[in-house]
């Protein structure tokens, strides 16, 4: 794991050393262990190393054939041992036992193709001199990120954007519609990023740049079977091959020469795949989570006892609501977008504790919710659709309540209101975006907030027309459940799930996730299962529990699904610093949002009045994007808090 | 008496949920068409009432019929109010609005 950056140049100049220096010292933290530059005519690649595998030989960038193939590489390749001997029989020789050095030879082999022989988790950029074609890629669910700009004179890119943003003449620029697509769907549409004229490669992409000219291209999609014919008989078979693909899904991603650890949330996935990991390592498997003095929150109960089941060596992180308020600016730093929810902020401190735990690489069990039939969205919808069959039924709104039991307000609503805020109008049921409107209409009305002269700018161009433009051809023929699974998986987990509270949060620390639920066999399996195996009437991983019985306590097979949720707007209350961003000059001064709401908002929450969903989001997404100009736009932050000493040894060739 | 509670409850949804923007926002517009409130927030609106005018909302009463709008709210407490005074549990608090 770690950072990359680059760029090609097309004016017949080579790029500065001391830019891409600079550049890949803004994303030394994800890989402190090394560093290192090429440069050659038109390119530069610059790496920051975390040392993972073949911790000797494995220094990057890295060539092969002559020095006419270059690489800089984030992420793993967990196939990469069959792929090396496979290589090895047709002739290839390895100078190194790393996976980098694999891509470079499958690259060499088969071309921009090779990215659908690789089972892992990357961003890449491979120079190829001979055709002087710049060539990247990024994993097909979006583990890695890869951002990347156009300028006057070539292309820049990098793991984060504030490696971008290290080069002076690149403006730095919040892109408003990307704040209304935030303040809808919690993420931007790739390729749009915060910023604007920034573009992230997509998941599932390849970018070819060559004399001057950009392709993207799309290797892999999501899959949908849109029959869904009842399994039958075929239940236990499958159960068991869930089993086995997420058995070896997680045996090769224990693939390291550095110890590895795991999450452990006190929930189905993680604890899921901590079984299957101390199943293939047995008991000295070291386990982290976080714990929330808000019991509220807390799930440490069902973490203790999930790790004396698995007879893992348990440590955990106490999280405050001071906490949150602290890191909070550190967290957006390293999100590099606007962000609704404080969730990622603790993810930041557990990863330090893994990191003071001297661990580099955790297992996690991101990615189940949405391939599985996990999220509550999708129950909702299920319920939602089964009451507007029959919109007068006296009864079928009650299952609403059964579904957010941990949700007080909820158990007080009367029909007339369920109905209103759950959308079950015969409009509703026939939108496309059945499943998401009651969390994007909700959503949207944070754009109450902005100003006259931004929510001019971002009524333009509807969020919602724009994703209806990008969805699959075939989407509307989709069943709801199909779709709704689609726009969890292809938006947000990429978007949010993965990067802010993800590998961000993660590498902030360096520390690498993995994701065995990922892996694009379980993926492409699960996407054939039917949906009532994922979801069998309201049983959320139906198939899942069934695979697992006996590997996890039952408690926690059998327990309520309770969300993954942090304490929000009440974190900053008595901050000093949202204090500041939030006053009327602040506010005023950076024009995003309207000065008399904000402060309006901010003193309800100051005073403990501020209770609802909408109020919550509110004030994190304001906050986030208000320490986002300051960071990045206004009064840039400069470089990460590593500095440019962290490279006195870095390599250039 | 209506105009009292016409008065004070527009202040406070005012406040609490058009967070200062009350132009053109008119007593009968209603909550839901107009995404003012989200289901919290109602919650939050019924804390109120029932604090600030000492009065319990069943559950059966908690519908937009009674709490839609600002002249709707004000008619129910109106009615609410009414039946209170006729209570003889009812203190003279409740009576005196």
Redesign the interface.
Known sequence: MCGIAGIVKTNGQSPELELLRSMIAAVAHRGPDASGVHRSGPVGLAHARLSIIDLAGGGQPMSIANDTLWITFNGEIFNYIELRDELIGKGHSFATRSDTEVILHLYQEEGEKCVERLNGQWAFAIWDAAQQKLFLSRDRLGVRPLFYTRTSDGLVFASEIKAIFANAEIPRELDLQALDQIFTFWVTLPPRTAFRNIHQLPPGHSLVFHRGNIRVHRYWSLGCQIEDAPAGEREKQLSEDLLNLLLDATRIRLRSDVPVGAYLSGGLDSTVVTALTHYLVGDRLRTFSVSFEDKEFDESAYQQEASRFLRTQHSDVACSYEDIARIFPDVIWHAEQPILRTAPAPMLLLSKLVRNSGFKVVLTGEGSDEILGGYDIFKEAKIRQFWGRNPASRWRHLLLKRLYPY????Q???P???K??FHVTADDLASPFFSHLPRW??TA?LK??LSADVLAETERDSALARLADELPSAFSSWTPFRRAEYLEAAYLLPGYILSSQGDRMAMANAVEGRYPFLDYRVVEFAAKLPSQLKMKVLDQKYLLKQACQGLIPDSILKRFKQPYRAPDGRSFACSSYASDLLSPAQIERDGVF?A??V???HA?FKSG?A????DNMALVGILSTQLLLQQFVHQPRGSSPWSLSTFEKCAVS | MESKYVREVRSFVVANYLLGREEGFRNDDSFLELGIIDSTGILELVSHLEETYGIEIADDELNPDNLDSINKISAYLVRKVSVLIGHPAIGREAVSL
């Open positions: 949700i007080e307000s909820m007080r609503q009367s007339a209101y369920l209103n805020f209409t909700l009305k109450g907030f309207d008399r709401s402060s309006a908002l309800k009045r209770t609802s969903v909408k």
